[in-house]
């Protein structure tokens, strides 16, 4: 296979400029049985996210008796990839995904509060179109806000590659499968602390610190459209209140 | 207080004074022995033995299929053990989050670093060698990243092709497979809020975050962060230009044991 032309006249494939973001859109609790859950659409990704407990810890031998454990589940529906059907369930990608997520949420929630709890994230890729790892954090950061399970940030995540040599944000699944280097993040937009991060391909030291600078600056514009997700429900109800007034 | 508390402070007072094991510095590794070709009936083999961190890599090729979306390439996959003889805390079963994790961060680095040539595996139409990694872990004393990843390119290096002849294998006077890039990994671990290179296991216990780099001589091939801790940007940038420079001495130990 031919490598197509992946930016042309400066503008990529899909319109955007190099440091664009697709177009997000969270919605908060859209699952009544979990304690908090989130929807997000990114570009053409569709990804739910839903956490229960915290609970007691089972089976026993997991939990931890000075904190919280936290457990996360992703995977990807068969269906979700405009390529082949999947196979259902947890392959040795989704549990990598898996801990590394896992990882950046034990990093925010104050586990301490709940000593021989779990609290688990689980992530469901509904459709795939690259960058889910980072759609599916940013997704279950808003779930678990929904929550109201106590963190000291909400973190977000996003990815910046590489294609020749540009640096592009937010790769879609045809320039990730054509670029030249991928690098997810995930940062706490309160202290700045990166607590994913993962690379691959090749990228000059100049580079990683332009991808680092894109993804610090797209940063600002999750975390507002995460926000807004978890304010939306309130603000609806308050503007009936005032109308009716 | 319990024991692992008291071992915390133990490990957290010395580094606070610089201290570690061996009297190495907070950015040294420890000794690396290498013994290359350990296992003759492997197609490549090396043991890594990082402190004493004790790693075998083993290589074997087989004909096999090209990946349906690379009909033209071979494959390459990793595996790691983390076999229950190296640790009291490893289990028989099935693959750990760990040992996944630990294969394909030693994958990435192999892979975006076009170590191997997947082109030049190819055989035909249907057909090409499928080169397979496996990592074992002999004896845990942390850093299994930087170990697995040391071990695996040195038996690369020193990896014989077989030949694929009227459709047999053949594993008789072989020439070696060709290496086309040199891919090392640096792993950096906060403990007690100060980052060391080359983490021991007593100081992975009580690691808060840690990351590995992958690179080359001219590019990151690949980065990992892992566990609950977090780096700061402005460390992010100062460890990956550290990687270049420790991974000048990774370098010279492979290329130091390059048998020809």
């Known amino acids: ?245 | 207080m319990n024991i692992s508390t008291i071992t915390e402070q133990y490990i957290r007072d010395r580094i606070a004074k610089g201290i570690r094991d061996g009297g190495r510095g907070l950015l040294s590794f420890r000794d690396i022995a290498v013994e290359v070709g350990k296992i003759p009936n492997a197609e490549g083999s090396a043991e890594v033995n990082m402190g004493h961190t004790k790693v075998l890599a083993g290589i074997k090729l087989g004909v096999g299929e090209p990946m349906r979306d690379k009909p033209e390439e071979g494959t390459i996959m990793t595996g790691a053990e983390l076999l229950p003889l190296a640790h009291h805390s490893y289990d028989a079963g099935p693959p750990t989050a760990e040992s996944i994790e630990l294969a394909r961060v030693i994958d990435r680095g192999i892979r975006a670093s076009n170590a191997v040539d997947l082109k030049k595996l190819f055989i035909e139409d249907g057909k090409a060698w499928n080169l397979f990694i496996d990592i074992y872990v002999l004896n845990y004393d942390g850093n299994l990243f930087d170990a697995g990843t040391l071990a695996a390119v040195i038996a690369l290096q020193n990896t014989k092709m077989p030949r694929y002849e009227d459709k047999e294998v053949i594993r008789e006077n072989l020439q070696k497979l060709e290496i086309q890039n040199i891919p090392t990994s640096c792993t950096f671990a906060k403990v007690a809020d100060t980052i060391l290179l080359d983490t021991d296991g007593s100081e992975e216990d009580f690691s808060q975050a840690r990351l590995t780099i992958a690179n080359d001589e001219n590019a990151v091939r690949a980065m990992q962060k892992g566990l609950m801790g977090s780096f700061t940007v402005r460390e992010v940038e100062s460890l990956v230009e550290a990687t270049f420079d420790k991974s000048k001495e990774l370098r010279q130990i492979i290329s130091k044991s390059r048998v020809d």
């Open chain 1, 1 to 245: 296979m031919d490598k197509p032309e992946l930016i042309i006249d400066g503008k990529r494939l899909d319109g955007r400029m190099p440091d664009q973001l697709r177009p997000i859109k969270i919605t908060s609790n859209p699952i009544r049985n979990a304690a908090g859950s989130a929807y997000i659409e990114w570009g053409n990704n569709k990804i739910l996210a839903a956490i229960y407990g915290p609970r007691e810890a089972l089976p026993k031998h997991t939990g931890n008796l000075n904190r919280a454990v936290v457990k996360c589940r992703y995977t990807m529906a068969p269906f979700s990839s405009i390529e082949e059907h999947g196979r259902p369930g947890m392959n040795r990608r989704a549990i990598e995904i898996s801990k590394v997520t896992k990882e950046v949420f034990e990093n925010v929630i104050l586990l301490d509060l709940f000593p021989g709890n779990e609290i688990s994230i689980f992530v469901e890729v509904l459709q795939s179109d690259g960058g889910t790892r980072a759609a599916g954090i940013t997704c279950a950061a808003v779930a678990l806000a929904a929550s109201g399970i106590p963190m000291r940030d909400m973190p977000y995540a996003v990815s910046a590659g590489k294609v020749g040599e540009t640096i592009i944000l937010d790769m879609n699944k045809i320039e990730d499968n054509y670029s030249d280097a991928d690098m997810p993040v995930a940062i706490n937009p309160r202290t700045k602390e990166v607590t994913l991060l993962q690379m691959d391909g090749a990228l000059s030291r100049s580079q990683v610190t332009t991808a680092l600078t894109m993804i610090e600056k797209a940063g600002e514009t999750i975390t507002k459209i995460q926000r807004e997700a978890l304010l939306r429900p309130y603000e609806k109800v308050s503007s009936k209140y005032e109308a009716s007034i």
